[in-house]
């Protein structure tokens, strides 16, 4: 059996240590994010809105096609669970299935059906595809799933009537 480096469990112990909360001094959230301010949906919503900022940076910076492709699909899961959350009574724990959040928006009139199905086939066919199997993103691929994203994050947050509570820069 291989022995494990120090330096790799020294560093799991930090992030384990830093996602159960044993750090030092007040947390520090990302802009927009205090889950103590912010409810649920809000918190869903406004982390859309950090992908997309995230995508335009990377963008900005001659390509990253795959985290582009892979933050956009995020944006609009994302998206989608801040209506459904804003909408209804589900909870975050309801959203553990990646392809969920398509369902709840087409069954909360967000969209059809068949425009929830045709983006889930997006994600199951696609998303997979461009992150984990030797499939190599294009341009054009990042940039119409960049489009895509802003395009569904702006008809939802429209959609719920809570356009105020978006943070986009862009």
């Avoid at 802009?31 to 918190?43: F, G, H, S, T, Y």
């Amino acid at each position: 059996m291989p022995e494990d480096s120090s330096a790799v469990l020294d560093a799991l112990d930090r992030a384990e240590d830093a996602f159960g909360g044993y750090t030092t001094g007040a947390p520090e959230y990302e802009k927009n994010l205090d889950p103590e301010a912010n409810q649920p949906p809000v918190i869903q919503l406004r982390k859309a809105c950090r992908l997309l900022d995230a995508c335009r940076t990377l963008r900005e910076h001659d390509g990253y096609h795959t985290s582009v492709i892979e933050m956009s699909f995020a944006t609009i899961e994302r998206t989608l669970e801040f209506y459904a959350l804003a909408a209804s009574n589900d909870s975050v724990d309801n959203f553990q299935n990646h392809t969920r959040a398509y369902d709840r928006a087409a069954a909360l009139g967000v969209f059809s059906e068949e425009t929830a199905r045709r983006l889930k086939t997006l994600y199951t066919d696609n998303r997979s595809a461009a992150y984990y199997r030797d499939t190599v993103a294009t341009t054009e691929q990042a940039e119409m799933m960049f489009n895509l994203a802003v395009t569904l994050h702006e008809h939802v947050k429209n959609f719920s009537q809570q356009s105020y509570e978006c943070r986009c820069d862009g």
